[in-house]
């Protein structure tokens, strides 16, 4: 009876240096008087209790080092591979100290006293226990374990490897000591019990797996997305700080008359095609003279200027509400225009044919249909994504263009567009009540 009490008391000993090894090695801070802490050191000391054999067995001591370290991995909550590399660290020091009493003790007891002898197996494992406490608490060597830890890449794939031999171990071991027992006893109900916890801590592990995954994954998109939103910005306060310099040069020019050089800058500006008229451009003039009808002129003077097949076709009903069109309603126009137009010309040099189509019609009164058309490489296409937020067939990478049209359009209730594919081409269709 004393000597199982002593082994109990020594076991439950070796579990809290365990705690106190990894908490040392892995530089953590956790706490051991929190009740989920308590429960799982109570947990092992049964567990390790049961392992515990007069005679030397090294499938027992492989147990004990699978379930402690997979306890104190629930604990932790670290990385797989640092809890295995420090608690395979900290079994190196415990066997150390172990080799360092035992060749002081073999000089007072034999080796068979030293496992069966009360008063040498006390002093065994408590002279053990110490130096290991002693090493631990020397800051240089656990400085350097966790350092060493630190530097250690983490493989979830080989995590996973690990865990599933560790556990396979485990469960062989346990099964195989299950069928050695013939009758239910104290030795039964506790590998039952170990093989249950044993599955219980491989769901913890794939739930906590499952949830890693996820978290990494939301971590990278989300990193993604913070650097695509910072290139953005550092973009656009360098082209804002570069437009308000040309735009106040420009100003010079036209105060001092020079409207020759200003013409230079704004057609430098915005990239002008600087050829010959263009015939299949002339429905063009048929559009009242303004900011709308110059944007797209250019925006499509610069598509023949790459080589793209460009078909217009305005008609006269247009003129008459396009005309009525008020300032502001114009510059939102032309902004979304601006948009859907240039992102056409775009898609359409990747295709083959590369061809943008513009129609400009009025069917009723105040009501003007504007359909922009235009070929498209097959692959940046996604038909179930079509009218969806940022869509576009520039591919992937873009459709940022599209989403400010939309969020415009939904802004002003004088606008609404549609789109879709029809033989070949993506067709924007925008309608605008003037």
């Known amino acids: 009876m004393l000597e199982k009490l002593i082994n109990i008391i020594f076991t439950l000993i070796f579990s809290i240096l365990d705690f106190y090894a990894i908490n040392k090695i892995l530089n953590a801070d956790e706490k051991i008087a929190k009740k989920k802490n308590i429960i799982l050191i109570l947990l092992l000391t049964v567990v390790m209790y049961s392992f515990y054999r007069e005679k030397f067995s090294l499938l027992s001591v492989l147990n004990k080092i699978t379930i402690g370290f997979i306890v104190n991995y629930i604990i932790f909550k670290k990385s797989f591979i640092k809890v295995f590399l420090g608690y395979a660290f900290y079994f190196l020091i415990l066997l150390f100290s172990d080799i360092i009493v035992s060749s002081i003790l073999i000089n007072i007891f034999d080796l068979n006293s030293i496992r069966t002898n009360i008063m040498a197996m006390t002093l065994s494992n408590g002279l053990v226990y110490l130096l290991t406490f002693i090493v631990l608490k020397i800051k240089f060597i656990t400085r350097w374990l966790t350092k060493t830890i630190d530097r250690v890449p983490i493989d979830k794939e080989m995590e996973y490897v690990m865990y599933f031999i560790l556990v396979c171990l485990m469960g062989v071991n346990v099964l195989y000591n299950i069928s050695l027992i013939h009758k239910i006893n104290a030795d039964y109900i ?8 044993v599955i219980l801590i491989t769901i913890f592990y794939i739930k906590n797996s499952i949830n890693y995954s996820n978290i990494a994954y939301k971590y990278d998109t989300l990193f993604d997305i913070m650097n695509t939103k910072e290139e953005i910005s550092e973009l656009k306060d360098l082209n804002n700080h570069e437009r308000n310099n040309i735009l106040i040069l420009i100003k010079g ?10 013409l230079d800058q704004i057609n430098e500006l915005i990239n002008t095609y600087k050829g010959d008229k263009i015939d299949n451009l002339k429905d063009l003039s048929i559009l009242p ?5 110059k944007l797209v002129y250019y925006i499509l003077l610069d598509a023949v200027s790459k080589k793209i097949d460009v078909e217009v076709d305005v008609s006269k009903t247009s003129v008459k509400p396009l005309s009525k069109i008020s300032y502001k309603k114009e510059v939102i126009l032309c902004r979304i225009i601006g948009i859907y137009l240039t992102n056409a010309v775009e898609a359409s040099i ?4 590369k061809i943008v189509s513009l129609e400009v019609y009025s069917l009723r009164n105040d009501y003007v249909d504007i359909v922009i058309s235009n070929t498209f490489k097959k692959k940046n296409m996604n038909e179930n994504l079509i009218g969806k937020k940022g869509y576009t067939t520039k591919g992937k990478g873009h459709g940022k263009g599209t989403y400010l049209a939309e969020k415009t359009i939904k802004k002003n209730d004088f606008i609404s567009h549609s789109n879709k594919i029809i033989d070949k081409f993506y067709i924007e269709h925008i309608i605008v009540k003037c």
Not at 253 to 262: G, H, L, Q, S, T
Not at 350 to 353: D, K, V
């Open 190 to 197: 506790v590998n039952t019990t170990i093989l249950f916890v």
């Open 253 to 262: 020019y036209i105060e001092n008359k020079n409207y020759d050089k200003a």
């Open 289 to 293: 003279k303004g900011g709308f009808q």
């Open 350 to 353: 990747e295709s083959r044919n």
